[in-house]
């Protein structure tokens, strides 16, 4: 069974970098045509996606986020990771690591449990 | 970019049928995934590709997707189906999401 885990920071000041990693067990994150992706809920609103990466490396970013986002993979410790710079109030969230199958009309079947970033100085 | 409009809320009845729809332009033409959320919990995927059942997902969850517009409906409502219900779809190299649905089991 497949489990992804969420860890970082969860407080960041404004004008900063949010940093977070999600760690995957259960399986390879390298095995099989999956994406991982970054999704984010802020309280009492809806999902916004962030960005996915394959483990070729390859992403996509959602352009509204585009300029201020980087997401990695490090393969050999089964992890991948996201940073959000230059910060304000409006990135507080929720936020989600999640898998998705297939290149386009992939759904996400694995999500971690989330963690709470509140941007505050 | 492309937009999914959901209804803020959907009532329905103990043991009635409850239809949440999803619409987009020419959705018909893509998949259409959907996620239930519970207060304090992450998504957990219910339908996938307009129409499919995860396993372990209950046969009164049922999908169906034409022309511009997506549906999710839920058979027989249950107090335990009450929560957020998102559509997702993939356009130009973008997941979207739609707002959400508050379904409410009276």
């Known amino acids: 069974q497949v489990q992804l885990q969420e860890s970082g920071p969860g407080l960041v000041k404004p004008s900063q970098t949010l940093s977070l990693t999600c760690t995957v067990s259960g399986g390879s994150i390298s095995s099989g045509s999956y994406y991982w992706s970054w999704i984010r809920q802020p309280a009492g609103k809806g999902l916004e996606w962030i960005g996915r990466i394959y483990t070729s490396g390859s992403t996509n970013y959602n352009p509204s986020l585009k300029s201020r986002v980087t997401i990695s993979v490090d393969t050999s410790k089964n992890q991948f990771s996201l940073k959000l710079s230059s910060v304000t109030a409006a990135d507080t969230a929720v936020y989600y690591c999640?898998?998705?199958?297939?290149?386009?009309?992939?759904?996400?079947?694995?999500w971690g449990q989330g963690t709470l970033v509140t941007v505050s100085s | 970019s492309y937009e999914l409009t959901q209804p803020l809320s959907v009532s329905v009845a103990l043991g009635q049928t409850a239809r949440i729809t999803c619409g987009g332009n020419n959705i018909g033409s893509k998949n259409v995934h959907w996620y239930q959320q519970k207060p304090g919990q992450a998504p957990v995927l219910v339908i996938y590709r307009d129409s499919n059942r995860p396993s372990g997902i209950p046969e009164r969850f049922s999908g169906s997707n034409s022309g511009n517009t997506a549906t999710l409906t839920i058979s027989r409502a249950q107090a335990g189906d009450e929560a957020d219900y998102y559509c997702?779809?993939?356009?130009?190299?973008?997941?979207?999401f739609g707002g959400g649905t508050k379904l409410t089991v009276l």
């Open positions: 997702q779809v993939w356009d130009s190299s973008t997941e979207v």
């Open positions: 999640a898998r998705s199958t297939g290149y386009s009309s992939g759904w996400y079947d694995y």
